[in-house]
Every structure is written in structure tokens, then in C-alpha cells.
């Protein structure tokens, strides 16, 4: 009996082992997770330059990134720019520095300037209600009032709007009939919840302060931009409208699947439509830093003081994650020595965006890339930046650790997956099992079972067939395994209720 013991002791001993090498062998050759690495802030510019590019080209490779472009600005010069990989993967048509991006929702950072433009020139009061500059369009019905809507809301997303149409519904080619802004406002300015009460990030709210810009200018809101913002800031190859006459053409966009996504425009322009060079996103990040680092005259210090005020102190959801504050048109966040970071991002179908700065050093990075896998790696290139910087990790750095613990639990139910699958084939080679539901286990426990084991394949199955799943773009890679292992445990436990075990 005691010897049986110590066999069985041993034995099972023997199998955890041999589950977790190979759970292990799996993981390893799944798994991107990089260490720190020896960059720090007494490297030379050209020695952090060299560590950065042969990361970015393992990042890239990694991550299945075709197309990536990066500029550094130190003490608010523009110390490097250069561009990585391809803009068109089936024509083997490699990314320039000179290429016009999709920069998604930096654009509402540029637009933000737009709209302090009209402030400082007394046309728009901030907190006025919206409604009193607008002639020519009405807001449609909703359960909640409008009309104390104000502009300083809409760009802190705190308007009570609605996210607004993503994703494949709200990309058109640039050649094809699009609606009008005031017939795409009219199915989307709806309020679902009262003014001022909480931040919710909202597309809309940007659109509409393009119809306000065009109520009060009576421009073409793509014009007025390039005439007021983008030439005197010196962005002579960027603008809110997509050009045929571009070359080189706007790269495709590759989702988080890798299929390409041929040049497409939203009918919304202020949002997230703004098309961009690397160099020409580094000239606005520039502009926007302490007087003593440039030479814009464009807005006063006071108009950049009040946009990187906190207007939202503590943002709720997966936003507030990353992120501490936000201001009119920036994300906020403190590094733990003191200083201030001005920020934005912009993700969209088949393309990602990010810029960071910090206004009193005269520092910043600005990341363009041609895929919707890219988030880690401006995780892991921030990590890289903020360490040259000599500053503390930024907000986004949390993908890393957010992505360690998915592959943590993706191991731990690898490794259940595994357990259950060896104890049903280990029954069925010593004949203890057959296929026959089992009889003798309480009602209690096999409903019990049965209902984890369908809402475990439910929960996965809703998860993989959404139209457009979070974790694909923030983890491209660990929340793949994620779901398969998920559903692994889920289909492992059912099966186990298909066996009955002859008893000796």
C-alpha cells in the first residue's frame, strides 16, 4: 500500500515536470518579452540611436510590422528621423521619412490648435454653449439637453457623446461619394449621458468642433487647418484631406490579422483623418513645447498652458490605465521627477500613431506605424526612450507589464489544459476510461461542470468573432494563445464529462 503511495507521489511528480517543459518549450517559442537591455541617459545620441534601431527592427519582425517611421527631438531639435520597413508589402514599395501617414487621433491634438486659434482671436468663447455659433445645422432629438454643450467639453471629451461609427463602417475611399459632416453628424451628435459628468472619448465631439470651425470661419475646415495651423507651423506635406496628387502614394494600413487596408478617408475629417509625415508630426510636437525651445508664434504660452491643464483629472476605463489627466486635446501624465508629459495616439483600421513630449526639456518621440500590431512595440521603444531620457516609465510601458501577466495566465491554463488532456489519455491506454457519460457523478456537479465549460467556449467564441477585439491590438500575439488555451479548458472539461472510469 505504502509503496503504491510513494509510486503514485512520484509518478504524478513525473508528469507536472514534463507538463510544465513543455508548457514552458511552448511559451518560449511563442512569447515576445524583451529585457531592460543596458540603455541609460549617459549614452552618446548616436550610441542610443544604434541601440534603438536594432530594436526596432527586432520589434517590427516580432510583431509583423510592415512599415514604421520614428523621429527624436532633443532640446527641441529634430535629432533623428528615419524610416523602417515597407508601405505597400505586395509591391515590395519600402516606407520614406517624406511618405504621408495616417496619424488617427494625433489629429485631434492638431485640431485642438485650430480651435484655440478662434479663441485667442475672440471668434469662440470656451465655455459658451456650442449651439449660439452654429446657424446652419441642428442638433437631432436625445434624451438629454444640448445646449449645454461648450467647446472646452467636446475637446476633453467630456460632452456626454458617443464614441461614434469605427472601424470598417466609417472608411471610404477617397473617391467615392461620401456623406456630407452635417448628415454624419446628424446619425451621431446624439448625448447619452449629461454634460460634465464623465470623460468618454468621443470621436463625435471632435467632429462636431469641425462644424463649429467651419460655422464660425465659413471655411472648408480642411482649408482653414492648412491655412491657420499647418503652413505656419511649416507642415507643408500634411492636410485633412487625401490628395491623388501625394507622392509617394499613403501606404496601406495592415490589421491586426496582417491583411492589408488600401488608402481610405472617414467623412469626419477632425477626429482622426489627418494625413502626416513623420517629420512634419515632429514640427507640431516642436511647436508645442516651452517658448525657450521654439520659435512659434502661432499661439501664445497661455493657449499651450491652458491645453495641457488637466480638464479631467482622473480618467476612467482602460484609458485611465495609461494615462493620468487629459487636457483640451492631450493626454497628461507626471514622470516622478515633476515633469509634465504631453501626449496622443491615434489607432486606426490598419494603422497606429504616437507622439510623446515633454514641454520643459525640450524632448520627444514620435512613432508612425502602417499596422495595427504595433502597440507593444511603442511600449517597448517608449521604455527605451524614457530610460536615454532620464525619466521614469511612461503610462503606456503598462502594455508591457499587462502583456506579462497574459502570458503568466496563458501558461497556467496551457499547463490545465495539458493536466486534463494526460489524465483522459492515460485512462483510455490503461482502459480505466471509456466514452460513456458518466453515471454516477452528482446532478450538482456535472451541471455545474457543463455550464463552466459552454460559457468558457461562449465567452471565446463572442471574444474572436467580434468585429473589432481590443486585446488583438493591444497583445497582437499572447491574447491569441490566450483565447486558444481558454478554449482548450473549455473543451477538455466537457470531455471529461464524456468519460466514465471503470472502477477495478
Request: charged share 20%.
Amino acid at each position: 500500500m505504502k509503496y503504491n503511495f510513494i509510486n503514485k507521489v512520484k509518478k504524478e511528480k513525473f508528469r507536472i515536470i514534463i507538463i510544465a517543459l513543455i508548457t514552458a518549450v511552448l511559451l518560449f517559442s511563442a512569447a515576445k518579452i524583451y529585457p531592460d537591455g543596458s540603455i541609460n541617459e549617459d549614452q552618446s545620441l548616436d550610441e542610443f540611436i544604434n541601440d534603438l534601431d536594432s530594436r526596432i527592427s527586432i520589434l517590427m519582425k516580432d510583431y509583423q510590422i510592415p512599415g514604421l517611421n520614428i523621429a527624436l527631438i532633443k532640446e527641441g531639435n529634430l535629432s533623428w528621423i528615419k524610416a523602417y520597413g515597407y508601405a505597400d508589402l505586395s509591391e515590395n514599395r519600402e516606407m520614406t521619412t517624406d511618405t504621408y501617414c495616417r496619424v488617427e487621433s494625433i489629429s485631434k491634438s492638431v485640431t485642438a490648435w485650430g480651435i484655440m486659434k478662434l479663441v485667442e482671436e475672440e471668434k469662440l468663447a470656451l465655455d459658451e454653449p456650442v449651439e449660439k455659433y452654429i446657424k446652419n445645422w441642428k442638433f437631432p432629438d436625445s434624451n438629454f439637453e444640448h445646449q449645454k454643450i461648450t467647446a472646452e467639453q467636446l475637446l476633453s471629451h467630456t460632452a456626454g457623446l458617443p464614441l461614434g461609427t469605427i472601424g470598417e463602417d466609417a472608411l471610404y475611399h477617397p473617391e467615392e461619394d461620401i456623406p456630407s459632416l452635417r448628415d454624419a453628424l446628424s446619425s451621431e451628435v446624439i448625448p447619452f449621458q449629461e454634460t460634465a459628468k464623465s470623460f468618454y472619448y468621443s470621436d463625435t465631439g471632435y467632429n462636431l468642433l469641425e462644424l463649429l470651425i467651419e460655422e464660425i470661419t465659413e471655411q472648408n475646415f480642411a482649408e482653414y487647418m492648412r491655412k491657420e495651423i499647418l503652413l505656419p507651423l511649416g507642415m507643408n506635406n500634411s492636410s485633412y484631406s487625401w490628395s491623388k496628387e501625394w507622392k509617394p502614394e499613403v501606404p496601406n494600413g495592415y490589421d491586426v490579422n496582417g491583411k492589408a487596408v488600401p488608402v481610405y478617408t472617414y467623412s469626419m475629417k477632425a477626429s482622426g483623418n489627418l494625413y502626416s509625415t513623420v517629420e512634419d508630426t515632429a514640427k507640431f510636437v516642436i511647436a508645442g513645447l516651452n517658448s525657450s525651445f521654439n520659435n512659434n508664434q502661432l499661439l501664445k504660452s497661455e493657449s499651450l498652458e491652458k491645453m495641457y491643464k488637466p480638464a479631467v483629472k482622473d480618467i476612467p476605463g482602460y484609458y485611465g490605465i495609461v494615462f493620468e489627466s487629459y487636457g483640451l486635446g492631450h493626454y497628461l501624465e507626471w514622470f516622478k521627477n515633476g515633469m509634465k508629459s504631453v501626449s496622443h495616439g491615434g489607432q486606426g483600421t490598419g494603422w497606429m500613431s504616437h507622439f510623446q513630449s515633454v514641454p520643459e526639456t525640450g524632448d520627444g518621440i514620435i512613432i508612425l506605424t502602417n499596422s495595427q500590431r504595433s502597440w507593444p512595440a511603442f511600449a517597448y521603444i517608449l521604455r527605451a526612450w524614457t530610460s536615454w531620457s532620464g525619466l521614469s516609465a511612461a503610462g503606456m510601458e503598462i502594455i508591457i507589464t499587462g502583456q506579462k501577466l497574459l502570458w503568466g495566465i496563458t501558461a497556467l491554463l496551457i499547463f490545465i489544459s495539458l493536466w486534463k488532456l494526460s489524465l483522459i489519455i492515460e485512462g483510455l491506454i490503461s482502459s480505466r476510461q471509456n466514452f460513456s457519460p458518466k453515471k454516477k457523478i452528482s446532478k450538482i456537479i456535472l451541471i455545474s461542470k457543463l455550464a463552466l465549460s459552454l460559457l468558457i467556449i461562449f465567452i471565446v467564441l463572442y471574444a474572436v468573432n467580434m468585429e473589432y477585439q481590443p486585446l488583438y491590438s493591444i497583445f497582437p500575439i499572447a491574447s491569441h494563445w490566450f483565447f486558444y488555451s481558454l478554449l482548450s479548458v473549455g473543451v477538455l472539461i466537457m470531455l471529461q464529462l464524456l468519460f466514465s472510469v471503470q472502477r477495478n
